[in-house]
């Protein structure tokens, strides 16, 4: 028969946040110290459960919300658009998803996809297309520096970033990894959390298919002149930053990559990249000028690629002009990087 203390089990749910410290009756100033919640997160179907609920109750006693945000789930769905479920035999085995496709990946999955209250389907190849965009080319890039390095017996904790010599490739990327710093925190700030992933993802392509595969024959001179130490702690500082911006969603391949890069050679960092600080924007390394230009020759290089192939022209066939409609005129620098890549 039933216990006569029972009542009911919302009840309990919304009286969470003062009964988990026994309050009132004690923990007064852990409880003030906790209330309200910054954010609370449920499925979509507990907006008549745990929400209310707790909003509820607390609006009863002290006369405010017990949260300051919801971040409410969507539902996860097979590849039809259809709700998992084992009476239908479309449901997915978390485990055996984990072993067939990694946790990061399935992570990554779900925060680039959609917004967190959009249901989400959930099958194979969409994972693997995101595991190919983004951690393919992170860790491509990561193993290209590995390689050198090794080859080099670079040691970052024997350099600085020398400002005054960087190459106007390096400006530019570290002038988009502190923007996208600068985005990234801003954005997971406000709980947008796919625009997060999706700034992430862009900054990777940019590293891997424009600043790496321009820099690649600065990383192939002999000796350590000073052009190549820079292209290394370039790459090597934008690799750092990326893992710790990016440790909150692939927590498993951001951890790989500090501890080689960082713990290998530094025995006082921290022990992991999880108990590092999140990155703070440095805006002195900020050339909006610089990225606004950079942008213009990356259209122009994928507008003309796009030209040679509607033309039948092979990529390396050489022109004898090429001719670009424009606002404004691009310096001799951007003009030459345009030649070589087309």
């Not at 309050?23 to 209330?35: G, H, I, S």
Request: hydrophobic fraction near 40%; proline fraction near 4%.
């Amino acid at each position: 028969k039933r216990v006569p203390e029972v009542i009911d089990c919302w009840f309990d749910s919304g009286a969470m946040p003062f009964a988990q410290h026994h309050y009132p009756f004690e923990n007064k100033e852990l409880f003030e110290k906790q209330f309200p919640a910054q954010f609370i997160s449920e499925a979509v179907d507990q907006t008549r459960g745990w929400f209310h609920s707790l909003m509820a109750e607390s609006t009863l006693l002290f006369n405010k919300a017990p949260y300051e945000n919801v971040i409410v789930l969507g539902h996860v769905q097979d590849e039809n658009g259809q709700k998992m479920s084992k009476s239908k035999g479309n449901a997915v085995d978390p485990f055996d998803a984990l072993e067939t496709y990694g946790a990061d990946a399935i992570r990554w999955y779900f925060y680039i996809n959609s917004a967190p209250w959009l249901p989400n389907r959930f099958h194979g190849k969409a994972v693997t297309e995101g595991q190919r965009k983004f951690m393919s080319t992170l860790w491509n890039t990561y193993a290209f520096f590995v390689l050198y390095a090794n080859l080099d017996n670079f040691d970052a904790t024997k350099y600085t970033l020398d400002k005054d010599s960087l190459s106007v490739m390096d400006k530019w990327l570290l002038s988009k990894l502190n923007t996208v710093v600068k985005a990234v925190d801003n954005h997971l700030e406000n709980y947008r959390i796919p625009e997060a992933a999706r700034a992430l993802q862009e900054f990777v392509d940019d590293m891997s298919n424009w600043y790496v595969r321009r820099s690649r024959e600065r990383f192939w001179a002999k000796g350590m002149e000073q052009d190549k130490v820079n292209a290394y702690m370039t790459l090597w500082t934008a690799l750092i930053t990326l893992s710790k911006i990016s440790a909150p969603m692939i927590p498993f391949m951001t951890e790989q990559i500090y501890q080689n890069l960082v713990r290998t050679t530094d025995e006082n960092a921290p022990m992991s990249v999880h108990l590092c600080s999140f990155p703070e924007c440095d805006e002195s390394f900020i050339d909006a000028d610089l990225e606004a230009d950079m942008a213009l020759v990356l259209e122009v290089a994928t507008l003309a690629r796009s030209a040679r192939n509607v033309s039948g022209i092979k990529n390396r066939q050489p022109l004898s002009k090429m001719y670009v409609k424009a606002e404004r005129e691009l310096n001799d620098y951007y003009k030459a990087i345009l030649a070589d890549e087309l």
